[in-house]
């Protein structure tokens, strides 16, 4: 690799790619979240609407997501980093524009579906494996482990506030925007690897995937993971709704997003700090997971209050940003050295179908037991990962997977 000068920081490769695939994935992000807090309002008024096709349309991307990142990824391999990454985002502009032309739920949902074809995280991680060192791979993928949780939140506050100036269409037309300018990115910023190989810290190894499945710790991740977003995107279908019912204009959400969202940031770092300086995981694992449930258990007993519903937002948000940041550190534990790509490949389809499930049982509730029933379902789901946690046992390096295939 050229450039290897700066042996205690990234050198001029690593940099270009590390900030360049982190800005594609984290506006590839954006465009996929931007819809999530004003989609339940706007999809009301769409011609053959229900609340279980609402579900599907929101979380359908997860499950063509869940469904092609490894086989690109292992698609990549074999053709290139590039013309996998760029193909993915044509899909995604495709799917992007004919979301935004739309007129009936049935035509998003088939964009949100191709939207999600475009699964390129495989590929993008394959990439920035073959263009750093192994002794900056891992803050590379911490770069874009921050610039997607940046993304998420970035989406909430603003998706409201451009939702007043050009609606959900104009939102869609933003994404796919997105997409071209992460094209742009990748053929005039990110450079092009001299060799490409199979990183197994970066990337899923078929044969490994066995012994990853085979794990009960990382099993037990997975399907945290998986609930976590479950209840994320089934809260979107109902929350928002709620929210315009107590009496908060939808135009007014991006003001309490807003505070939410950095408050809970701030008040996540102790526990973080705890949890990996004072050894106790488990309790700030379990502690983060009794959060969401009980947020939940707010948001149906408290849904007329906006006063109420903003506490509960926070305490979810305290929750979710803590368990999202300490889950995939969890699984880098279990799952050291070549072992990890495959571990994180596994993770990553839970987290989309969790998406995907979340969206049509969350749409299945609705409708049949009214909108605040959402945030009950989302309790069970909650509860049931409680029980299963309370078992977890904190990684030692006995329970990691060895990574010489042993």
């Known amino acids: 690799m050229a450039d290897n000068k700066e042996q205690g920081g990234f050198n001029r490769t690593e940099r ?9 994935y984290g506006s ?5 979240f ?66 935004a032309m739309a007129d009936d739920i049935w035509m998003i949902i088939l964009g949100r579906a191709i939207q999600g074809s475009g699964a390129i995280a495989a590929a993008v991680m394959a990439l920035l494996a073959d263009l750093t060192r192994d002794n900056q791979r891992t803050k590379s993928m911490a770069v874009v482990g921050v610039t997607i949780g940046f993304s998420f939140t970035l989406a909430l506050i603003a998706g409201p506030l451009f939702n007043t100036w050009i609606g959900v269409p104009g939102l869609f037309w933003i994404t796919a925007a997105l997409a071209i300018g992460g094209i ?29 499945l085979r794990n009960p710790q990382l099993l037990r991740l997975d399907a945290g993971i998986f609930t976590l ?38 008040l996540m770092v102790p526990f973080i700090i705890m949890a990996e300086k004072k050894g106790t995981m488990k309790q700030v694992f379990t502690g ?13 007993l408290l849904s007329s209050s906006i006063w109420g519903l903003g506490l509960m937002l926070l305490l979810f948000f305290i929750g979710f940003n803590l368990l999202e940041a300490t889950l995939p550190s969890l699984v880098s534990k279990l799952a050291p050295g070549t072992i990890r790509g495959t571990a ?51 990684p030692t390096k006995a329970d990691a997977i060895s990574t010489d295939g042993r």
């Open 16 to 24: 270009r790619a590390t900030y360049g695939l982190a800005g594609i």
């Open 28 to 32: 590839r992000m954006l465009g996929l």
């Open 34 to 99: 931007l819809i999530l807090p004003v989609f339940a309002l706007y999809a009301e008024e769409l011609a053959s609407a229900t609340p279980v096709l609402i579900g599907l349309a929101i979380g359908i991307y997860g499950l063509t997501q869940a469904l092609l990142q490894i086989p690109f990824g292992l698609l990549s391999d074999r053709i290139g980093r590039k013309p996998v990454i760029i193909g993915g985002l044509l899909l995604f502009v495709l799917g992007s524009v004919i979301a």
């Open 184 to 212: 742009l990115i990748l053929l005039l910023v990110v450079p092009t690897p001299e060799h490409s190989s199979v990183h197994g810290d970066a990337e899923p190894v078929p044969a490994l995937f066995g012994k990853v």
């Open 229 to 266: 977003h479950f209840v994320l995107t089934s809260l979107f279908l109902a929350l928002p709704l709620t929210l315009r019912d107590a009496g908060l204009p939808v135009e007014q959400h991006t003001w309490l997003y807003l505070p939410v969202m950095l408050l809970s940031m701030g």
């Open 288 to 300: 983060s997971i009794s959060a969401l449930g009980i947020a939940l258990l707010g948001f149906y």
């Open 344 to 394: 994180m490949g596994v993770y990553s389809t839970s987290q989309f179908s969790g998406a995907f499930v979340g969206g049509l049982l969350g749409g299945w509730a609705h409708a049949h037991f009214g909108e605040t029933s959402v945030f009950l379902l989302g309790a069970g789901f909650v509860l049931l990962w409680l029980l299963l946690a309370a078992g977890m046992q904190t």
